[in-house]
Every structure is written in structure tokens, then in C-alpha cells.
């Protein structure tokens, strides 16, 4: 709440609160996001090692 109010958002205790479920939701799937993206090219070199 303090952060907000440094920059001229008003909240209150609830509202803070869904704030704070909101991004923790978008963190655990930026997450999941970043490991999908890893995954096709560990599977690609590992096939190409396999292969040579």
C-alpha cells in the first residue's frame, strides 16, 4: 500500500489484497511461460546430439 501511495494510488486493505493475488497469479505463470520456451530447444539439441 505504501509503494501505491508513494505514487499517488489511494487503496484500501482489500483492495491491496487482490493487487497483491494478481500479480503473485501473473508471477507463478511467467514462470511456467519462461520453462515452455526453454523446453523445445533442450529437446532439439538433445535429439541432434543423439543423431551425430
Request: charged share 25%.
Amino acid at each position: 500500500m505504501s509503494i501505491l501511495a508513494k505514487n499517488g494510488i489511494q487503496v484500501d486493505d482489500t483492495e491491496a489484497s487482490v493487487i497483491l493475488e494478481f500479480l503473485y497469479i501473473i508471477a507463478k505463470n511467467y514462470n511456467k511461460h519462461k520453462a515452455n520456451q526453454n523446453a523445445p530447444n533442450l529437446k532439439e539439441n538433445s535429439n541432434l546430439e543423439k543423431t551425430a
